[in-house]
């Protein structure tokens, strides 16, 4: 198979970038937003008009999620439009367009894990976003399935994990939050997992949604204690509420996936979250 990484600087991008590597099965274009802006109808017609190919992995995105607040149209432009353009450009040449959600499309108020059928309800200009790139998905490509995650990190790009690095060891006292509860998502096992699904996938898939994260639950503050125990970092973590930091986004209490699914469907074992996390510390801290 012929595959477009889009957004491919970026951590999910990168990720699947040293995959490709070690990968015989497939062919890989890999492109950021200098080869192929996304929000670029002609651009996007132009590539898929010069390259045979047959998925489109969409990894570019709108990630900054109080930033969005801000500036909806922004996030809205990429997050949307790219995904209305990406999967109508897939919809003509019958690729299959697979599309990376989120968590954030649920307002956290379940008390179990979200499964791939559970109600949705944004509570950021991020997550509506990102729900209504699903729908522009669903509508518009032929084929298409929807990859939704959560709390991903990875040795690249900006996430919670550098930030603890970097903070941990400028400061002495840290505080986060407790009372958001989630599965973090190492990029890297996301990208193995997204490769895995494809050949499983029915020629006629349209619009099905997998969820996946690594395995186990915690808060933000259960990770930065982590982080600094497996980093050695001898800043003092305190657990704070939600409430009492200041946020300009709305984010879900509650966001763990119900990965029963991805696991039926492909023969993969899913890494416990510390596991990963320590993988990915210990590679950072090595460069
Ligand atoms: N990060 C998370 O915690 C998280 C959680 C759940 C789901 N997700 C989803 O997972 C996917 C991948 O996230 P990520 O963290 O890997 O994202 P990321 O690190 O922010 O990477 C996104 C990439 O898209 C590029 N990009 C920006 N504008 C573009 C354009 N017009 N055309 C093409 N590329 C463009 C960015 O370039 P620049 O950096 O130069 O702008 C960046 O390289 C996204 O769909 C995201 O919504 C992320």
Request: hydrophobic share 40%; net charge neutral; aromatic share 8%.
């Amino acid at each position: 198979m012929n595959i477009l990484i889009t957004g491919s600087s970026g951590q999910l991008g990168s990720s699947f970038n040293e995959l490709a590597k070690g990968n015989k099965d497939h062919s890989f274009f890999f492109t950021d937003k200098g080869e192929l802006d996304i929000t670029s109808e002609e651009a996007v017609r132009q590539f898929l008009k010069h390259h045979e190919v047959n998925c489109i992995i969409n990894c570019a995105g709108y990630t900054a999620v109080d930033e969005a607040e801000n500036d909806p149209l922004g996030a809205r432009k990429l997050n949307v439009t790219g995904a209305y353009i990406l999967a109508s450009a897939a919809g003509n040449t019958n690729a299959l367009m697979v599309q990376v959600s989120t968590d954030y499309i649920f307002d956290g108020k379940a008390c179990r894990p979200y499964n791939e059928s559970a109600s949705t309800n944004p509570l950021s200009s991020y997550g509506r976003s990102k729900l209504d790139a699903e729908l522009e998905v669903l509508l518009n490509a032929r084929r298409s399935v929807i990859i939704r995650t959560s709390w991903l990190y990875s040795p690249f790009g900006h996430n919670f994990v550098k930030t603890i690095l970097k903070k941990g060891a400028e400061e002495q006292r840290l505080r986060v939050v407790y009372d958001q509860i989630g599965s973090p998502t190492y990029a890297p096992d996301l990208a193995e997992a997204i490769l895995a699904l494809i050949p499983v996938l029915s020629s006629r898939v349209r619009g099905e949604i997998y969820n996946y994260s690594n395995e186990g639950v915690c808060s933000w503050f259960d990770m930065a204690v982590a982080i600094a125990e497996m980093a050695g970092l001898p800043c003092e973590i305190t657990p704070v509420l939600t409430k009492d930091i200041k946020s300009v986004a709305t984010r879900p209490h509650y966001s763990v996936l119900d990965k029963s699914r991805i696991k039926n469907s492909i023969n993969i074992d899913i890494p416990y979250w510390r596991d990963s996390l320590r993988v990915c510390i210990d590679r950072l801290l090595k460069s």
